[in-house]
């Protein structure tokens, strides 16, 4: 069984025991669980349910290792560059994303 569900403007195919990095969400600092309620599809063997855009009552139940405040990581280091040519202006910044690490505990459809 696997799903397919939106979180932070991106989609993930997901099954049942899958670690994910999703873009960082509220959460309590305390929580151990996130629903993910944004199912686009759900197969289930032979049986497929399409939704349009969201299936209703579907969700998707993931956990985190310890706690949310523990589950936060740091992405890559990014350096996106900004420059104009023959005009003497560059400029260089850094991004560094985080993401929460779950993983998948069960899907509902």
């Known amino acids: 069984m696997y ?21 960082l969400t509220r959460a ?3 929580a151990k669980t996130i629903e993910l309620d944004k199912v ?3 197969r289930d063997g032979e049986n497929v349910k399409v939704g349009t855009p969201y299936l209703d009552g579907a969700k998707v ?10 589950a936060v990581i740091k992405g890559k280091k990014l350096y996106p560059m900004h420059f ?26």
């Open 84 to 109: 104009r040519r023959r005009k003497n202006s560059r400029r260089r910044m850094g991004h560094r994303q985080r993401y929460l690490q779950i993983t998948i505990d069960k899907i509902e459809a």
């Open 3 to 23: 799903a397919v569900v939106e979180q932070g403007g991106k989609q993930y195919k997901v099954a049942e025991g899958d670690h994910l990095n999703i873009e």
């Open 40 to 42: 686009l599809f759900v």
């Open 61 to 70: 139940i993931a956990s985190f290792k310890t706690n949310a405040e523990e």
């Open 28 to 30: 309590e600092p305390d």
